[in-house]
Structures are given as C-alpha cells and as structure tokens.
C-alpha cells in the first residue's frame, strides 16, 4: 500500500487567493448510508483529516436526521481556528415528503436552506450547489437564487450536482457555475460518455467526484454480497441495483482485476481508484472520498503518492472495457431524482 507522506499534495487554484488538494472528503457516511457511525469517532476523524491538510469536506443538508451531517460539522468548525482550514461543500434542494426524498429547486427554498445551513454549519459554505434538479422549477430560478446568495456573501462558489449535460449548459447562461457533483470512479464513468465531461471542460467548470471509491466497491473490502453491512447499509436495500446479488457477483470481477493490478503498482486497490480519478482528465477532477474511519482517511488520503503512467492509465481502461458493470446507477425508486432533460 502506499505509504502516508504525500510530497507535495496535487494542488487546485481556485481563486487567486485559495489552492486546495485535489483529493477531498465526503461526510455523508458520518450520518447515513454505510452502516452505523458513533459521533465521538467521527469528529475524531473529522479533526484528523484538518491535521493531514485534507480541506475540502463536503456534505448536504439532507445528510442524516435533523440535518445531523451539517451540524457534526458545525461543531468541528466552531473548534479554536479550524474554519480558516477547512473549503466547505454544502448542498440545498432536497426535501423529505412523507418520508420520501423530493427535489425543491425554488427560489424560496434555496433563501431558506442557505440560511439554515450557515446556522448548522456557523459559517456561510465556501461552495453552495443544487444537490438535484427540480423538474418542476426552471433552472435558471435556482441558479438565480445561488447568485443571489453569493451576492449576499452567502456562498463563494456554486453549482449543481448530478445533472445532464443540457441542463448544465443552460445553467451556465443563468449565472457563473463553478463545480459540479457528479458520480465517478472506474465503476461509474458516464459523464465521460454523456457530454457531461465535455461542457464542464468546455465552460471551465470542475468536478467534485462523488462515490469515487463505488461506495466503497473498488477497496476490495466486500467480496461477497454477505460482506456489507448488516445495520443502516444502503448498498444491500435494492436501491443500487450495481449490488444486488446477481449484479455484485459479476461486478466483483471487476474489483479482482483492479487489485491485482494494484498490487503490482504497490498500493491498495481504493487507492489506485482514487489515482485514476486525479489523473485520467487532467485536474478537472477532485475526488471525495468518504469514510468514518481515520485508518480509511490515512490510506486514502496517500493516494496522492500513486503515480499512473501512460501504460497504467491504458491498462485501466482495457480492464474497464473487458468487465462492463452489470446493473444501473440507480432503482427506479430513486428515479424521481434524476435529471432527464
Ligand atoms: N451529490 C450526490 O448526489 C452524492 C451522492 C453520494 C455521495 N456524495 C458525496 O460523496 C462522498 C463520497 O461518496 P460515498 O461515501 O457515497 O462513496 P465512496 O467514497 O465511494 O465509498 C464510501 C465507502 O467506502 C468505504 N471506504 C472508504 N475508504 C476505504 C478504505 N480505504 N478501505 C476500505 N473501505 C473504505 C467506506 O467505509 P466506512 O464508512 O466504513 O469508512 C464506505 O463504506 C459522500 O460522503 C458524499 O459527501 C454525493
């Protein structure tokens, strides 16, 4: 596995005045989805990646009961001087409705979800996006009341997240987007395929990498169906079809490819997930890896380190075109939240 010293971290200038890493972390499993997580461990964790320099977080009001993500973080944040060393990611525009999840992207939800998110958070959020596209409301009133709020001094950046293409580009005419959240990693690659890639380089847009490690897929941890989680895992509810049974035993195959060549670039197969995220487009992505564990945060965080040369880089993509994930991104449960335009 490769070692934890990462000299020097793969820097991103944001701004004239703010370069981050190009590795981030993801929050959200600190209050739902992979099992159960204990709040004293995760804010260990939380103030364990500030120590390594792993800035940007990124989390949701809509991660946990009661906005629990969102106040975790809050908490961490309000700690001595930790806000100035921490580019935070939140995300608005999903509402529970009888314990369903429903898109609201109106003006009058977005003041109402800055406003509470600074108040969970202590702080306004560095970078504000749309966490799914109303269909009902049109684009540019949501991004209108991102611009509003970055006028107000709300937000620094905005954007949107898992959005098409189309929708992408008109967002763009609305107002200045600056990230998008899109799922990506060897088990996930269709925005390479779905113009989604192609607009954000086109409009200068970077790309916060969700799931990177395939929810935790490509780590080489779950061989088998029975390895999830048995308590508050999403991955065995039928809500991924990539793991159900059927699919997973064939997805599985996939993962066996990627660590054996992992082994010869002497790192772990999440790492090696993580170095093909940084590397495969240049710095257009920064992948945000989530995890509950400071051991997980260390060895991810080292990923850094792992070099993927031409050769590497190819041999990745044949292993991908040689073993095609089986089942779609999402059930037909989650269906309502997908963009289609
Ligand atoms: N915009 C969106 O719609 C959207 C959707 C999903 C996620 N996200 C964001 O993206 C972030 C990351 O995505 P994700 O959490 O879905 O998936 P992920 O980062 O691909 O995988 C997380 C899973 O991998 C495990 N893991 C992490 N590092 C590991 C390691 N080194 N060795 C073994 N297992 C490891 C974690 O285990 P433990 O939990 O046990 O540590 C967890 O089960 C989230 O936290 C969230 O902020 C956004």
New binding site residues.
């Given amino acids: 596995m490769a070692a934890l010293k990462t000299t020097p971290p793969r820097l991103i200038r944001l701004a004239s005045d703010l370069e981050i890493p190009q590795l981030g972390y ?4 600190l209050s739902q ?3 159960v997580a204990k709040d004293p461990e995760s804010k260990e964790t939380l103030r364990h990646a500030i120590e390594i320099g792993c800035q940007l977080w ?3 009001t809509i ?1 946990g009961q009661d906005q629990h993500n969102e106040k975790l973080i809050g908490e961490i944040l309000r700690e001595s001087d930790n806000r100035d060393k921490v580019t935070l990611v939140t ?1 608005w525009g999903l509402k529970l409705n009888d314990g369903k999840l429903q898109p609201d992207g109106s003006a009058a939800f977005a003041r109402h979800c800055i406003d509470q998110s600074i108040w969970n958070l202590g702080s306004p959020p560095d970078i504000w996006l749309l ?2 596209i109303d269909q009902t409301v049109a684009i540019e009133e949501s991004v209108q009341a991102m611009e509003d709020a970055r006028r107000a001094g709300k937000c620094r950046f905005i954007g949107l ?2 959005m098409s293409a189309s929708t992408l580009r008109r967002a763009a005419k609305a107002g200045k987007i600056d990230f998008v ?1 899109m ?1 990506f ?1 060897p088990f996930e690659t269709a925005i390479e395929d779905n113009g989604v890639l192609d607009a954000c380089k086109e409009l200068g847009v970077k790309i916060l990498a ?7 897929a ?2 080489g ?1 779950f061989k088998s169906f029975e390895d999830f989680e048995k308590e508050g895992d999403m991955r065995s509810t039928g809500l991924f079809p990539r793991f159900n049974r059927d699919a997973w035993e064939h997805n599985v195959k996939l993962v066996n490819a990627l660590e054996e060549l992992a082994k010869e670039k002497q790192c ?1 197969p ?1 790492q090696l997930a993580l170095a093909w995220d940084m590397q495969v487009h240049g710095d257009l992505i920064i992948p ?6 400071i051991k ?1 945060l260390d ?2 965080w080292a990923s850094q380190n792992v070099q993927l040369n031409a050769e590497a880089l190819a041999k990745i993509r044949s292993i991908l075109r040689e073993n095609p994930v089986h089942g779609e991104q999402y059930s037909e449960a989650m269906n309502h939240l997908l963009d289609h335009e």
């Fill in positions: 993801g929050a959200m499993g989805s992979y099992g990124n989390t949701a991660y995300k966490h799914r997240s898992a959240e799922e990693s969700y799931s990177p490690l395939g929810k935790g490509l780590t941890k772990s999440g945000i890896p989530g995890t509950k564990s997980y060895e991810n």
